[in-house]
């Protein structure tokens, strides 16, 4: 497609499961971006990669959390043992290198019960 | 540390003029974003600032001071689709890894 894409788009789960959100960036973009946006609030980074390895991990808020792009394109997020401060819109964005703009995709909301 | 401060809200008139300002305090700088997001969407791209002065796109127009740590986004000829969070971000020389502010709900009226 032509923006980038994010699934699923709403995701409801319980505390304590395995969760994972996928990203598929704008074709060509080597950077892609995770941030986490809670309601009120701006988006807060997560991780950075640049084509395929983890250029930036250092806002991943801990262990559980995880993210993959084997193939320098699509990247999967992975948040183990979900606990209910995890809920929020997991935010995905690429960009054609590391000094554009970025282009966010629609979010995958997720609630933790 | 780093911060960025805007309004939390504001208030206007379809068809005035409307300017929404940022302050940033960052350990480096490398461009200024404004995005806007509408409720439940997600952040679409207005404008980037690297240089000190005002750039003009459309109805929207940005402003920078580096020296100042000060930005603006001026809106003019406001419509009711205009209604929205107004994000200020901030690379801080980080490779595009954005500070974000906590946006500013913007209400457009009749």
């Known amino acids: 497609g032509a923006g980038v894409s994010q699934t699923p788009s709403n995701k409801v789960t319980e505390k304590g499961k395995y969760v994972e959100l996928r990203c598929d960036p704008i074709?060509?973009?080597?950077?892609l971006y995770w941030y986490r946006q809670s309601l009120g609030q701006g988006p807060e980074f997560l991780i950075y990669f640049q084509g395929t390895g983890a250029a930036d991990d250092s806002g991943l808020p801990n262990d559980r959390f995880f993210a993959v792009r084997p193939e320098g394109s699509v990247s999967t997020l992975k948040i183990q043992r979900t606990e209910r401060g995890d809920s929020a819109v997991y935010l995905c964005a690429s960009s054609p290198g590391t000094d554009g703009e970025l282009f966010f995709g629609e979010g995958s909301r997720l609630t933790v019960l | 540390g780093q911060n960025i401060d805007q309004p939390t809200e504001m208030t206007a008139t379809e068809g005035a003029i409307v300017q929404i300002n940022c302050t940033y305090q960052?350990?480096?700088?490398?461009?200024l974003f404004w995005y806007q997001q509408h409720a439940g969407e997600a952040p679409t791209f207005l404008s980037y600032n690297v240089l000190d002065g005002l750039e003009e796109k459309g109805r929207f127009s940005s402003f920078l001071s580096r020296s100042k740590g000060y930005s603006y986004l001026l809106l003019k000829e406001l419509q009711m689709k205009d209604s929205a969070s107004y994000l200020c971000?901030?690379?801080?020389?980080?490779?595009?890894?954005?500070?974000w502010g906590l946006g500013t709900s913007l209400a457009v009226n009749p």
């Open positions: 960052t350990s480096g700088f490398n461009g």
């Open positions: 074709s060509g973009h080597t950077a």
């Open positions: 971000a901030v690379d801080a020389g980080n490779n595009r890894k954005l500070i």
